[in-house]
Structures are given as C-alpha cells and as structure tokens.
Nanobody
Framework: QVLLVESGGRSVQAGTSLRLSCSTS????????TGWYRQAPGKQRELVAI???????TYADSVKGRFTVSRDNTRDMVYLQMNGLKPEDTAVYYC?????????WGQGTPVTVSS
C-alpha cells in the first residue's frame, strides 16, 4: 500500500523560508509524478509544484521563483523548498504522487505565514 507522510509545516513570519518533506513508501516502482498541492481555508485544493520522473517541473504562477520541488529517489523523499513566504501561502500542503494513473495523497501539513 502506497503511503505518503508529510512533515515540516509550521507557523512562520513572512519573508522566511521553510522546507516541507514527504516520505513515500509502499511501492516497488518509481512514481511517474510527485509534488505538492495546497488548500487554503475556504478555497479549493490547488497545484503548487509537481515533478515528473524525467525531471520536468510545473509550478503555480504564484510560487514561481520562490518554491522548488525536488525528489531523492535513493531515500524515497519528496521536498518543497519555500523561500520568501507570503501570508497568501498559508494553507495545508499535501504531498502528491501518481503511479500507474492512480493518485495518492498524504494527510497534509499546515503552513501558516504571518505578516
């Protein structure tokens, strides 16, 4: 069974940096896509950043130049480096993985950015 577990979310001041981590397990195959989504209070879940196994990345316009998604296949980890955080980045961040056309989600880790 595929399991994604996030960590690293917390309350921070605007302008600071934070790194989220996601531990992946339960698959003997490499995920085709991994990355991060987020859901702010009262809003729909939205894509933040994803990365294909081949290395292609997609970022939300709102985070381009500030966030970086990466993966370490040797450690089965996915990361989201977030720099220059803004109050509008406040949300629950979910780790995401796709394998054989199935979507997998973590339980979410909250990030709160205060001004």
């Amino acid at each position: 069974q595929v399991l994604l577990v996030e960590s690293g979310g917390r309350s921070v001041q605007a302008g600071t940096s934070l790194r989220l981590s996601c531990s992946t397990s339960g698959s003997n195959f490499d995920f085709e896509v991994t990355g991060w989504y987020r859901q702010a209070p009262g809003k729909q879940r939205e894509l933040v950043a994803i990365r294909t196994y081949g290395g292609s990345t997609t970022y939300a316009d709102s985070v381009k130049g500030r966030f970086t998604v990466s993966r370490d296949n040797t450690r089965d980890m996915v990361y989201l480096q977030m720099n220059g955080l803004k109050p509008e980045d406040t949300a629950v961040y979910y780790c995401y993985a796709q394998l054989r056309r199935r979507d997998y989600w973590g339980q979410g880790t909250p990030v709160t950015v205060s001004s």
